[in-house]
């Protein structure tokens, strides 16, 4: 049985063209191949894999600081170079896509990712373990806009919200859910695990996509690479976020520091003038006229700057400060589990019905709350008062990851899927970087002001520079600095004093945090329906 659609020729900047439209036929129904829940079932296990490393090693990366002797800086490079490296290939692996087809980038994306886990698993060095994390993060980027582009062009317009909100459920649930399971996997087997655990995953995912994906490609799908636009962008983007990851260990009014974030600048503006003038660009300037796409992209990294930094030192407060073993730590972030897998769906529902504009702000304005709330746990904070700030955050969470997502991708064109997929999926990881470093500077400036004067207030023996610099380090993660022939009744005054200490730069990170998400409600009130979904209901098969 075959079915009327229609494919509309759009323009760059999202709008459609005046041409009449073309009538095409949708292939004809081949059982699994094609089929789009299937479709909707094999990218989610993909995504699923990329989603749960962004933050499954926070659970681990105590264990891995512990057995490799790595520092706080390496523990935060585990997570910065992932998240770098996504970052900064994200769009032009859209762009991959856009031109060569989402089903073969998605494939290489799933191997290339299992593969590198494994390689990580292997790995007997910190030094070894962040190279594999920047070749984990090249593949995701392959992987994730693919699975967006996928589902643009496989689902029609009228079911393109409810899988987009599906899609954005098994993120929001496997970002949520990934401290539990690394929890697990920590204290029963080994950090190894965490990332030996994507090889069958990926193994699935690839038998998945080659018995079901089925190639498409828009009508005005690029012919061409802007190579020089890549080249800026990426440059660009690389080095605005080395620079922030920096500028603890430089100094934030250190010249490298703003060597940087100048050639930052200088790199978006040429990329800009360059996007004008070639022919097919990396990513049409037009596309940045709809104010709710612009939004959009804005509102993921703002979320992901308050979700990913405020998670980095839960762990480290659960393990660190209460004692708690990796599993108790995943359970207690249950309950922010719990509300973004219950919270996702309801977030779709909600925003079938009403629009992105109210469930967004009202997610943030949650957020905004729950991280403020945060900022209020102190060493002896029982479960049920956590429960009640981490139940509030996955709440909040939950609408943004998927209405974001509707909003970026349904305001581009159907032949920019996969920039609109790279440009949603590098603001939420540019964001995670921005947060892990800028709240990671915020914890050490914090501690590295108080945590002489508070050990002097205990009346322990002073410390001499290096000794300082030594305890801050280790304060910053929530670990008194005793050495095993301590006396007890001092290894208590120092152990109050680091926790003391640690919760004090906890609490204002959290309350930066906060005061992010509240300029994402702000954001958010920008926000509309998306504009372009229509396009994806003619797509037919290659």
């Given at each position: 049985?075959?079915?009327?659609?229609?494919?509309?020729?759009?323009?760059p900047?999202?709008?459609?063209?005046?041409?009449?439209?073309?009538?095409?036929?949708?292939?004809p129904?081949?059982?699994?191949?094609?089929?789009?829940?299937?479709?909707?079932?094999?990218?989610?296990?993909?995504?699923?894999?990329?989603?749960?490393?962004?933050?499954?090693?926070?659970?681990?990366?105590?264990?891995?600081?512990?057995?490799?002797?790595?520092?706080?800086?390496?523990?935060?490079?585990?997570?910065?170079?992932?998240?770098?490296?996504?970052?900064?290939?994200?769009?032009?692996?859209?762009?991959?896509?856009d031109?060569?087809?989402?089903?073969?980038?998605?494939?290489?994306?799933?191997?290339?990712?299992?593969?590198?886990?494994?390689?990580?698993?292997?790995?007997?060095?910190?030094?070894?373990?962040?190279?594999?994390?920047?070749?984990?993060?090249?593949?995701?980027?392959?992987?994730?806009?693919?699975?967006?582009?996928l589902?643009?062009?496989?689902?029609?317009?009228?079911?393109?919200?409810?899988?987009?909100?599906?899609?954005?459920?098994?993120?929001?649930?496997?970002?949520?859910?990934?401290?539990?399971?690394?929890?697990?996997?920590?204290?029963?087997?080994?950090?190894?695990?965490?990332?030996?655990?994507?090889?069958?995953?990926?193994?699935?995912?690839?038998?998945?996509?080659?018995?079901?994906?089925?190639?498409?490609?828009?009508?005005?799908?690029p012919?061409?690479?802007?190579?020089?636009?890549?080249?800026?962008?990426?440059?660009?983007?690389?080095?605005?976020?080395?620079?922030?990851?920096?500028?603890?260990?430089?100094?934030?009014?250190?010249?490298?520091?703003?060597?940087?974030?100048?050639?930052?600048?200088?790199?978006?503006?040429?990329?800009?003038?360059?996007?004008?003038?070639?022919?097919?660009?990396?990513?049409?300037?037009?596309?940045?006229?709809?104010?709710p796409?612009?939004?959009?992209?804005?509102?993921?990294?703002?979320?992901?700057?308050?979700?990913?930094?405020?998670?980095?030192?839960v762990?480290?407060?659960?393990?660190?400060?209460?004692?708690?073993?990796?599993?108790?730590?995943?359970?207690?972030?249950?309950?922010?589990?719990?509300?973004?897998?219950?919270?996702?769906?309801?977030?779709?529902?909600?925003?079938?019905?009403?629009?992105?504009?109210?469930p967004?702000?009202?997610?943030?304005?949650?957020?905004?709350?729950?991280?403020?709330?945060?900022?209020?746990?102190?060493?002896?904070?029982?479960?049920?008062?956590?429960?009640?700030?981490?139940?509030?955050?996955?709440?909040?969470?939950?609408?943004?990851?998927?209405?974001?997502?509707?909003?970026?991708?349904?305001?581009?064109?159907?032949?920019?899927?996969?920039?609109?997929?790279?440009?949603?999926?590098?603001?939420?990881?540019?964001?995670?970087?921005?947060?892990?470093?800028?709240?990671?500077?915020?914890m050490?400036?914090?501690?590295?002001?108080?945590?002489?004067?508070?050990?002097?207030?205990?009346?322990?023996?002073?410390?001499?520079?290096?000794?300082?610099?030594?305890?801050?380090?280790?304060?910053?993660?929530?670990?008194?600095?005793?050495?095993?022939?301590?006396?007890?009744?001092?290894?208590?005054?120092?152990?109050a004093?680091?926790?003391?200490?640690?919760?004090?730069?906890?609490?204002?990170?959290?309350?930066?945090?906060?005061?992010?998400?509240?300029?994402?409600?702000?954001?958010?009130?920008l926000?509309?329906?998306?504009?372009?979904?229509?396009?994806?209901?003619?797509?037919?098969?290659?």
């Amino acid at each position: 049985m075959t079915s009327q659609t229609t494919v509309h020729a759009t323009e760059p900047g999202g709008k459609t063209a005046g041409a009449p439209t073309v009538p095409a036929e949708r292939a004809p129904d081949r059982g699994l191949r094609g089929h789009p829940w299937f479709t909707l079932i094999t990218v989610a296990v993909g995504v699923m894999m990329v989603a749960l490393d962004g933050t499954i090693v926070a659970i681990a990366n105590p264990a891995i600081a512990k057995d490799l002797g790595a520092s706080f800086s390496d523990v935060q490079w585990i997570t910065n170079a992932y998240f770098l490296a996504l970052a900064v290939t994200l769009i032009t692996a859209g762009k991959l896509g856009d031109r060569f087809g989402h089903r073969q980038t998605f494939l290489i994306g799933v191997v290339g990712f299992a593969a590198a886990s494994g390689a990580i698993g292997l790995s007997d060095s910190i030094a070894l373990v962040v190279t594999f994390r920047v070749f984990q993060g090249l593949f995701g980027a392959l992987l994730m806009p693919a699975a967006l582009g996928l589902l643009r062009a496989t689902f029609p317009a009228e079911k393109l919200n409810m899988a987009i909100g599906i899609w954005g459920m098994v993120i929001g649930a496997s970002t949520a859910g990934g401290p539990i399971l690394g929890g697990l996997l920590v204290q029963h087997v080994s950090w190894q695990s965490v990332f030996f655990i994507n090889v069958p995953v990926g193994a699935l995912a690839l038998v998945l996509g080659l018995l079901i994906l089925t190639d498409h490609r828009a009508k005005n799908a690029p012919r061409s690479f802007d190579l020089l636009g890549i080249s800026l962008l990426s440059g660009a983007m690389f080095c605005l976020v080395w620079a922030l990851i920096k500028a603890p260990a430089w100094g934030w009014g250190d010249g490298k520091t703003w060597l940087f974030i100048g050639a930052s600048v200088l790199g978006f503006v040429l990329f800009s003038v360059w996007e004008k003038r070639v022919k097919e660009p990396l990513i049409p300037l037009g596309l940045f006229r709809s104010v709710p796409l612009s939004a959009g992209v804005v509102l993921m990294v703002l979320m992901a700057i308050a979700f990913m930094g405020g998670l980095f030192f839960v762990t480290f407060y659960l393990q660190n400060v209460h004692g708690m073993s990796p599993v108790d730590a995943g359970m207690h972030l249950l309950p922010l589990t719990g509300m973004m897998i219950v919270g996702s769906p309801l977030a779709g529902a909600a925003i079938t019905k009403l629009g992105p504009r109210i469930p967004l702000a009202g997610g943030m304005a949650a957020t905004a709350i729950a991280m403020y709330g945060m900022s209020t746990l102190e060493a002896g904070t029982g479960s049920g008062v956590m429960s009640i700030w981490f139940a509030l955050l996955g709440l909040g969470l939950a609408p943004v990851m998927v209405g974001a997502t509707e909003v970026i991708v349904g305001n581009a064109p159907m032949e920019l899927s996969g920039v609109a997929g790279g440009l949603q999926q590098a603001a939420m990881q540019i964001g995670g970087s921005l947060g892990t470093a800028v709240l990671g500077a915020v914890m050490a400036s914090k501690v590295d002001n108080d945590l002489a004067g508070n050990w002097t207030d205990a009346g322990l023996p002073p410390l001499t520079g290096s000794q300082l610099d030594q305890a801050s380090e280790a304060v910053q993660v929530g670990v008194a600095p005793v050495t095993p022939d301590t006396p007890a009744a001092v290894v208590q005054k120092i152990t109050a004093v680091a926790h003391d200490t640690f919760i004090s730069g906890m609490s204002l990170a959290c309350l930066v945090a906060a005061g992010v998400a509240t300029v994402a409600v702000l954001v958010a009130l920008l926000t509309k329906r998306g504009e372009n979904a229509d396009a994806g209901a003619g797509a037919a098969h290659i």
